[in-house]
């Protein structure tokens, strides 16, 4: 996966790219997944849904990159820690999932569950918190209530669609979890 620092994250700078390069892999994964359920439009149009949140993501992330440079703060010391083991988490269980979902005949169920474990890491938490540090409040409270929405879609989508209660039930905590992160944020 070309474009994902291995290093520590020592600058603002790295600590973006790697992020952004993470959610570019996202999305091209919601992609992927939307040209592989063409016989059904909503399921279809869910994930190119999914795709394009996650192009907002990246979309946000540029742009407080691009104000960053402007203010010659983008090579200051990064906001938050990256740890390198959970980058290659990260990067090894996106590649898995591109490398199962591109050999195509993927069940929409799977494809379901691929979509939860990679919103159960820590991917969407890194691109809050680095919003949040970079002084970014409008830019975190959009990106927040983005994934609430879609994360809502997606246990939406597993209820009508799986056959197993475990996967609705966390995909249901974790939209309980970044609610709960939204109200708290907006209280204050």
Known sequence: MRGIIA?????????????????????????????????DRGIQDFWFGMARDEARHVGALHLVSTVLELESKLDMP??????????????????????????????????????????????????????????APDEYERCMRLLVHDLGELSYMIERHSENPALLHRCDALVNRHAETLRHWSAS
């Open 7 to 39: 290093a520590p994250m020592s600058t603002t700078r790295q600590a973006l790219a790697t992020t952004i390069a993470l959610e570019q892999q996202s999305m091209a994964l919601y992609a992927q997944l939307a040209r592989q359920f063409t016989r």
């Open 78 to 135: 990064s906001p938050i820690s990256l740890e390198n083991a959970t980058i290659v988490r990260l990067k090894e269980l996106l590649e898995r999932a591109h490398r199962e979902a591109s050999v195509g005949g993927i069940t929409l169920e799977r494809a379901l569950e691929i979509a939860l474990e990679v919103e159960e890491t820590e991917l969407e938490d890194l691109v809050a918190d680095l919003l949040k540090a970079l002084q």
